[in-house]
């Protein structure tokens, strides 16, 4: 990439995180302690004159609930990127749609899912994660991914995940008599693998949502994980935290998806056709 690209990139980054910033009153001070930098470094990179690190940048698009498009235009179509990924590591049903890009292979399971639970939609992407954990279930190292995303702070979305996927299994196993030996057995490992991981790495140790959420909104943001839509009212946030499901509130996330959500999506994708 050359200098003048990159110089232009930075600097739309910064004005973008800037307004992101003061779109909810946070100070730079304030922010500056979450991203784990000094106050005048911070207000360096936001001039445009620096960089943020690649965990830094991860922390922003979750903590704002945005996408990376939303910080600097991207070429070509990342969600569809996504999309495609999502469909050939098991999402089957995500292969109907038209605006998929060819692109790579993705070398590694951990950063679909990381890809899609940074950004926290489209739902359809996010809920479609539950068909491609069943799917490779023994392929995939849960707690080898549960260790990436506490590094990058996602813990939250990770267990969340998990905990709606087996919610999910569980409703199907519960509701469909008539799947077929391997559908049953398919959906047996994986529930079996998902109850070990959430009994070592439960969300005991997580800080569940608040009934009755903090009035500042910097506490809010430290108490709560808003996943796929963005908050712009107190109202906004008691709405989600209401209505959010059992596992979201087992492990402090808000968001809109639901158990059958999920259930939607693994029977779209075809991983049982009862």
């Known amino acids: 990439m050359n200098t003048t690209k990159s110089n232009a990139i930075r600097a739309e980054i910064a004005k973008n995180v800037r307004a992101l910033r003061e ?23 936001e001039r445009g004159d620096g960089s943020f690190t690649a965990e830094q940048l991860v922390e922003i698009l979750r903590l704002f609930n945005v996408t990376v498009g939303q910080l600097v235009a991207e070429k070509g179509d990342p969600e569809a990127y996504l999309h495609k990924a999502l469909a050939r ?13 060819p692109s790579e292979e993705l070398a590694e399971l951990e950063r679909v899912l990381r890809e899609v639970l940074v950004v926290g939609e489209p739902a359809r992407q996010v809920t479609a994660l539950a068909p491609v954990l069943i799917v490779n279930v023994e392929k995939l190292n849960l707690s080898r991914a549960w260790a990436v995303f506490k590094d990058y702070g996602l813990e939250r979305r990770f267990g969340w ?17 008539n799947l077929s030996r391997k559908e049953t057995l398919r959906l047996r490992k994986a529930e079996r693998a998902f109850e070990r991981f959430l009994r070592r790495e439960g969300p005991s140790q997580i800080r569940r949502v608040p009934a009755d959420p903090p009035e500042k909104l910097e506490e809010r943001t430290l108490d709560v994980d808003v996943i796929g839509r963005a908050v712009v009212s ?29 259930i939607e999506a693994v029977r779209a994708a075809g991983v049982v056709t009862d």
């Open 234 to 262: 107190d109202q906004t946030l008691r709405e989600l935290i209401r209505d959010a499901s059992d596992a979201a509130r087992r492990w402090g996330v808000a968001t809109a998806l639901q158990t059958e959500d999920f």
């Open 89 to 101: 590591l098991g999402a089957a049903h995500l292969f109907e749609d038209d605006r998929i890009l």
């Open 23 to 45: 779109g909810r009153r946070m100070t730079q001070a304030y922010l500056s302690r979450r991203l784990g930098m000094s106050q005048g470094r911070f207000s360096v990179v």
């Open 161 to 177: 995940l998990i905990d709606s996927t087996l919610e999910a299994i569980r409703a199907i196993l519960r509701s469909s008599p």
